[in-house]
Structures are given as structure tokens and as C-alpha cells.
């Protein structure tokens, strides 16, 4: 069974321009979740998809957004790229029922904002 | 912001010796998830335990949770120098699916 998948795997861009991040889940999972893993602030939740629809964000401004598809793949989109949004963006997956919430996580989207 | 701490922050074994590594956080929560991260990867999924679960077991990997003192602990046992890698707890809680992270545990098993 393939895991959860990233593209790019590196992207790099310059201030002030859109990057998009995109994420396949695990066949199955319907929860799709982005985190922030920054030099020196650790592990950072920032957005959660379920069934098409935002269901959670976290303390990030707007111009992090996102949008979960019909097969549930997802993308992440930053607009305005300030040099601090560089990092590891790591996408997460989950069956999204129950009580367990094991996420899965994808290899990561290396983002450099120059 | 951060759930909780790990600690050690750093620790250096040799390998064949077990590794012991804590968890606290601050909140009630519902399950509590270990992870690990091999240089700036993906993290990797290794064992997840339940509020109402003390301990698990998985091959070397024992993971206990008390939830009296809100810590966890993850113990590899006979390391070896491929579990050399830094490990994170992760939980969430009643209305918060998302998870939140330790600040990592970085295990240097020598050969």
C-alpha cells in the first residue's frame, strides 16, 4: 500500500511570490493534515482537511491556505513568501474515524524562500 | 505552541544499550503518538497509545503513558545505530484532532 506522497520535493522561491505543496493520503484516508516544521520552532499544525472541507487551522495568517479534492489529495498554498516561511512542510494523512488518529506522514516539501 | 517536552533533549548511546526517552504535555488528551525523524525527513509512525492504555509494545519499541503525571516514556531496547534519528511525541484531545509536538528527543546510537 503506497503512503502518504508530497511534490515537490524541494521548491525554492523568492519573496513576495505563491508557492503551492501538494499531498496524496493514504488509499482510504479522508483527513488530510499540514504542519510547519521551522528552524527552531518545531512541529507546527496548520491546516486540517476532511471531507473536502477546512476543518481546523492553526495560528497562521490567511495567506496560508489550502483546499482537500474530491479524491482527497490536497494543496497547500502560501502567498506573499516572507524568508521565515522557510522550513519542512510535512502533510499527514488519517482514516479520520475512531478514536485513534493515527497520522501518517508524507517525506516532506523543502521550501526556501531566498 | 509546544503540547510538552522531551527529555533529554540530546542523548548518545552506544549500541546494543537501551534508550529511554520522556514525554510530558499539558492537557487532557486522547492518544499520544511517538514518531520518528531521520535527518530533516518525513516522520515515521511508530506506535500510538490510548488515554486509557499504561502501556504497548511494538518489536524493541515499549511506550508507557501516565496520565496522572500527563508523561509518557518510549524505550528502545538493543539500539542499534539505525534507530540514530530524533524522536517526537505527539497527542491530541477532545475536539483537537490535530497533533500537537514535543520539541524532540535527538538519539545518537554509536556503532
Known amino acids: 500500500e503506497a503512503g502518504v506522497t508530497q511534490s515537490p520535493t524541494h521548491l525554492i522561491k523568492t519573496r513576495g511570490q505563491q508557492a503551492t505543496l501538494r499531498c496524496s493520503p493514504i488509499?482510504?484516508?479522508?483527513?488530510v493534515y499540514w504542519y510547519q516544521q521551522a528552524l527552531g520552532l518545531g512541529l507546527q499544525f496548520l491546516l486540517w482537511y476532511d471531507e473536502g472541507e477546512e476543518r481546523n487551522r492553526g495560528n497562521f495568517p490567511p495567506r496560508f491556505s489550502g483546499r482537500q479534492f474530491p479524491n482527497y489529495s490536497s494543496e497547500l498554498n502560501v502567498n506573499a513568501l516572507e524568508l521565515e516561511d522557510s522550513a519542512l512542510y510535512l502533510c499527514?494523512?488519517?482514516?479520520?474515524?475512531?478514536?485513534?488518529?493515527?497520522?501518517?506522514f508524507g517525506p516532506g516539501t523543502r521550501l526556501t524562500v531566498l | 505552541s509546544q503540547q510538552g517536552e522531551e527529555d533529554p533533549q540530546a542523548l548518545s548511546i552506544q549500541e546494543g544499550e537501551n534508550a529511554t526517552m520522556n514525554c510530558s504535555y499539558k492537557?487532557?488528551?486522547?492518544?499520544l503518538q511517538w514518531y520518528r525523524q531521520n535527518s530533516g525527513r518525513g516522520l515515521v509512525h511508530l506506535i500510538l497509545?490510548?488515554?486509557?492504555?499504561r502501556e504497548k509494545h511494538s518489536g524493541r519499541l515499549r511506550v508507557t503513558l501516565d496520565t496522572s503525571k500527563k508523561s509518557s516514556s518510549l524505550l528502545i531496547t538493543a539500539s542499534r545505530a539505525a534507530d540514530t534519528a530524533s524522536y517526537f511525541c505527539a497527542t491530541d484531545g477532545k475536539g483537537r484532532r490535530a497533533l500537537t509536538f514535543g520539541s524532540g528527543t535527538r538519539l545518537q546510537v554509536q556503532p
Open positions: 492537557t487532557s488528551i486522547n492518544n
Open positions: 499527514a494523512s488519517s482514516s479520520g474515524y475512531g478514536g485513534y488518529n493515527e497520522q501518517f
Open positions: 488509499s482510504g484516508h479522508t483527513s
Open positions: 497509545i490510548r488515554s486509557n492504555e
